[in-house]
């Protein structure tokens, strides 16, 4: 069951922009433990892209985005986005994003999580 909303997402160039945004329904955003930046390719698992935690103060991010994403959130819109910079063709697929209020612990683990959106495409091409 649908629960949160992405939107933002499109189609670049490579090394371009797109900034996503996820809008969470005040009774999930108000008990999530975090609230995660997924992202699955064509004939690709799911991967964790971002996390952002209870607070706001701590955020994960995988390896391959250190530096280019940042996960950020605004507690008055119930909204986290993911700024995505120096777009690569590697970072395409769908994006997800998903809430964890049952689980707390890391947040690159998918099955951590109990509510997801339907997701938003990003193309980077080169």
């Known amino acids: 069951q649908v629960q949160l909303v992405e939107s933002g997402g499109g189609s670049v160039q490579a090394g371009g922009s797109l900034r996503l945004s996820c809008a969470v329904p005040?009774?999930?955003?108000?008990?999530?433990?975090?609230i995660g930046w997924f992202r699955q390719a064509p004939g690709k698992e799911r991967e964790a892209v971002a996390a952002?935690?209870?607070?706001?103060?701590?955020?994960y991010y995988v390896d391959s985005v250190k530096g280019r994403f940042t996960v950020t959130q605004d507690n008055a819109k119930n909204t986290v986005y993911l700024q995505m910079n120096s777009l690569k063709p590697e970072d395409s697929g769908m994006y997800y994003c998903?809430?964890?209020?049952?689980?707390?612990?890391?947040?690159?683990?998918?099955?951590?999580?109990?509510?997801w959106g339907q997701g938003t495409q990003v193309i980077a091409s080169s």
């Open positions: 998903a809430a964890d209020t049952r689980y707390g612990g890391p947040g690159i683990d998918r099955r951590r999580y109990n509510y």
């Open positions: 005040g009774y999930i955003y108000s008990n999530s433990w975090k």
């Open positions: 952002i935690f209870r607070g706001g103060e701590i955020s």
